[in-house]
């Protein structure tokens, strides 16, 4: 199955935000308080908690970058 490419912008925002999320919420629970029985679960908490705003904030912001991108490069 494939998304028609009207989607792209919005596939590209979800994903692009969850990959993120994923990474800097490990990253950030392994330095505060390391590896531990609990890791799992606090990061998929922390996960689903910030993912809703990380995926606005990458929708809106994502065309503004590659406009200010488009302008500095040739």
Known sequence: MRIPARFAPLLFSALLSAIMVCIVSAFVLAISQGFHSEFAVQWL??????????????????????????????
Do not use: E
């Not at 996960?47 to 991108?69: D, G, K, S, Y």
């Open 45 to 74: 908490k922390s996960c689903i908690t910030t993912w809703p705003i990380a995926f606005p904030t990458v929708a809106i912001v994502a065309p503004l970058v590659r406009r200010i991108v488009g302008r500095l490069t040739a």
